[in-house]
Nanobody, 117 residues
Framework: QVQLVESGGGLVQPGGSLRLSCAGF????????VGWYRQAPGKQRELVASSTPGGRTNYVDSVKGRFTISRDTAKNTVYLRMNSLEPEDTAVYYC???????????WGQGTQVTVSS
């Protein structure tokens, strides 16, 4: 079965950086659309960054220029590099993947990112 295992969350000061990782098992990221979502308390879950199998990326306006989504085919892992973190970035972050032409989208369990001084 498919499993997405997330890591890299934690506590960081404003202006700091973190890199989130999402390792895929039972799924090949190179042929999947991938994305990172986040959900803060009291807020709706939002798509932060996404990437198509062809390499096109998209970001929500609030993170453009600060976050970068990427993938390592050899490691079958998706990353989210987060720079210049702000308190507003505090949320649980979830990785997501949808194989090409698949009828299902797969989710990780989430990893907490807290930006605070």
């Amino acid at each position: 079965q498919v499993q997405l295992v997330e890591s890299g969350g934690g506590l960081v000061q404003p202006g700091g950086s973190l890199r989130l990782s999402c390792a895929g098992f039972g799924i090949t990221f190179s042929t999947a659309a991938v994305g990172w979502y986040r959900q803060a308390p009291g807020k709706q879950r939002e798509l932060v960054a996404s990437s198509t199998p062809g390499g096109r990326t998209n970001y929500v306006d609030s993170v453009k220029g600060r976050f970068t989504i990427s993938r390592d085919t050899a490691k079958n892992t998706v990353y989210l590099r987060m720079n210049s973190l702000e308190p507003e970035d505090t949320a649980v972050y979830y990785c997501n993947a949808q194989p090409t032409r698949a009828g299902y989208t797969y989710w990780g369990q989430g990893t907490q990112v807290t930006v605070s001084s």
